[in-house]
């Protein structure tokens, strides 16, 4: 019997997705003993800047045909502070 996947994938014609998450992290120590510091953390993510592709237009009537739909994802950075005591 037939099961209930479908004929055609339709994520399998889209544009791949490329990105790169980076994370820079520094210990600042405020006494010999290493037991009370602040930490610093910088976190990017897609960090190159990539977009990410939409999928592809596949009606023939379209005049864009065979054009992409859009692009989304940007470059996003956050810093942290944390206080250890």
Do not use: A, E, P, Y
């Given at each position: 019997s037939f099961g209930n996947i479908p004929l055609a994938f339709p994520n399998v014609r889209t544009p791949g997705g490329f990105t790169t998450d980076a994370t820079l992290l520094k210990n600042f120590y405020f006494s010999e003993s290493r037991q009370r510091y602040l930490n610093v953390r910088l976190e990017a993510l897609n960090f190159f800047n990539h977009p990410l592709l939409g999928s592809v237009i596949n009606n023939p009537d379209s005049p864009?045909?065979?054009?992409?739909?859009?692009?989304?994802?940007?470059?996003?950075?956050?810093?942290?502070?944390?206080?250890f005591f």
């Open positions: 864009v045909f065979g054009g992409i739909n859009g692009k989304s994802g940007s470059r996003v950075m956050q810093i942290g502070l944390r206080v």
